[in-house]
């Protein structure tokens, strides 16, 4: 079923359900799929991202780890390989530092390096972000780490109802996906929210989000905006602001940064000529950067009226002090400086 | 656990085929590789010749290999390491399709992906690892989908002394004999990481120790003995099949060849190949098979004949393989 022809129930869901209830309705379609990771057992995930799971499917299917990173994406790989379909936890995407050598040499390189006869239908799941001041270890989205490395497909999705659609692609995807959930999204009663990201309208039956589909979250005339996961919603509140200023936002939300939708995202461009990319990630050598050389490479063809402009955390571990991340890491704010800036050019 | 003459045979036959395969890839990857015919300057041209890139041989392993692999059926995997052609052909892989891999040809294992330290094979359920370590975990993975589907396969995960001291040599351990999975970790020690010897590198004596501190049973098997591996390993084996667990098995073996082709050996005292030799796993096999009247003269004869029949055939399809096309390079970035 695509997401084109929903005609259940539709509920407003906070993302961390969304998400679950496509894990339980692939659990409950496919037994091959089953869930791995610390504390995503009886406790439902640190995060709840697993959340009912344990005691509708036992023990077996939805497994407390021990604080073993490598053993879990490792044990994952291998039962992967023999055809089971595991969803394996890392709780905060940080902790891929602990066990990188099984993500970039192992579960992105298996089905290359087989030469296509290895499959590795597995979904790697990690929350994301800061908000929290939860300080340089525990606040970063590490979105170009995993799009930079090839044959991981990375999903970062904004919403619960693309949350949902999205989780049940991964699951039943053959290549091994990165799953980045932003716990400012996640609708938990214990993180604030940026404005309209609490809960969105979900549909109760099954569907799916087709990878590399960006999403026009506002059309706008004079501007583009491209951003994704809580960005999204800082976009947006940025774009009311300067609507009331008069300028006209499109916000593109590309949904998957792996395969990215090139396409989407340059017809937008085309169409307003300005473009801004924001980012939760580090500024250089990132997913900022790669999107504004798409764009570069593509000016015979887009006529633009500014020069491309980025938003992202300059190149900085995440500070710990309530006065310093929210300088770090980009706000509605710099949003609407940076396009007020685009608009200063007609080129 | 004693094993039957024809396990006694096949064995030594498959060890002469692993020996044969060794030695001949050895002079092999030679070909094209030195002076005069590289780039001027050089000693030795890693990237040159019939064989690019890094070579790491198992002759001298061969008793580990077979010790376990004759006990394994098809569904039973084994995951290896940069070091595993032992393990490979005692584990059914073609040699015709892996030599093809080794030249980087498109009838490879992995069509020319992966080269020798990367071949994968899903037909006979063997894979390896140009990384230390990292293939302990993934056998594990293998395991536990065996116990989801309640079947009795078993996972091997083999790897050398020098991997024991990675993580993923621990946290594999520990979460394997927490879910009883069926694993049997085979450590081979040939005494060397690269250079730097077991003594430097390992706290304690044998491995086999480590095992305590998991939860499991830890066997260490001396002397380079295929027969004394066999036992060790099947036991290990149908322990893991009646789902009592893993087993931590350390399998003293000698590593006659360097680290990788080339290497200079400069840590290696004089002579100790030699000596290791003495006990080579294949002659003594050989010697107690005639002392038992299950080989004669002309069996070993014949048995080496055909050893060398079977790999120059491999080497041969090898070499008349095409290599891949150009655009092969960008594709199974993903599965279809």
Known sequence: ?347 | MQPTHDQLLWMYRRMLLIREYEDTLAMVYFEGKLPPRIQKGLAFDIGAGTIPGEMHLSAGQEAAAVGVCVHLRKEDSVWGTHRAHHFAIAKGVPLDRMSAEMLGKVDGLCRGKGGHMHLYDTEHNFACNGIVGAGIPHACGAALAAQFRKTDAVAIAEFGEGAANEGSFHESLNLASLWRLPVVFVCQDNKYGISVSKKASTAVESNAERAAGYGMPGVKVGENDAVAMFAAAGEAIDRARRGEGPTLIEMQVDRYYGHFQGDPEGYRPKGEVRALKARDPILRLERQLVEQGLLDDAAVKAGRAEAKQQVGAAMTFARNSAYPEAAEAFMHVFAA
């Open chain 1, 1 to 347: 079923m695509s997401d084109m022809s929903i005609t259940t129930e539709v509920r407003k869901l906070p993302l961390y359900a969304a998400m679950v209830e496509a894990i339980r309705q692939e659990m409950a379609r496919d037994p091959a799929v089953f869930c791995m990771g610390e504390d995503v057992g009886q406790m439902g995930g640190v995060f709840q991202s697993t959340v009912g799971l344990f005691k509708e499917f036992g023990a077996d299917r939805v497994r407390d780890t021990p604080i073993s990173e490598t053993a879990i994406l490792g044990f994952a790989l291998g039962a992967a390989a023999q055809g089971m379909r595991p969803i394996a936890e890392l709780m905060f995407v940080d902790f891929m530092g602990v066990c990188f050598d099984q993500i970039l040499n192992n579960i992105a390189k298996t089905t290359y390096m087989s030469g296509g006869a290895v499959k590795l239908p597995l979904v790697i799941t990690a929350s994301t972000g800061g908000g929290i001041c939860d300080a340089a270890q525990h606040s970063q989205t590490l979105h170009g780490f995993f799009a930079h490395t090839p044959g991981i497909k990375v999903v970062v999705p904004s919403n619960a109802y693309d949350a949902k659609g999205l989780m049940t692609t991964a699951i039943r995807d053959d290549a091994p996906v990165v799953y980045l959930f932003h716990r400012g999204l996640l609708g938990l009663p214990v993180m604030g929210y940026v404005d309209s990201s609490f809960a969105t309208d979900v549909p109760e039956e099954s569907y799916t989000v087709p990878f590399g589909q960006a999403r026009i979250v506002r059309e706008g005339a004079d501007v583009t905006i491209v951003a994704y996961a809580q960005m999204v919603h800082k976009a947006v509140v940025a774009a009311r602001e300067l609507e009331a200023k008069g300028v006209s936002v499109e916000i593109v939300d590309p949904r998957t940064l792996v395969p990215l939708d090139v396409e989407g995202i340059l017809a937008s461009v085309a169409k307003t000529g300005r473009l801004l990319v924001v980012d939760e990630d580090y500024l250089s050598f990132g997913v900022t950067g790669e999107i504004a050389a798409l764009v570069a490479e593509r000016l015979d063809r887009i006529k633009l009226k500014a020069p491309v402009r980025r938003l992202a955390i300059r190149d900085t571990p995440i500070p710990y002090s309530r006065a310093l991340e929210p300088v770090a890491i980009p706000q509605a704010a710099n949003i609407v400086a940076a396009v007020e800036d685009l608009m200063t050019f007609s080129l």
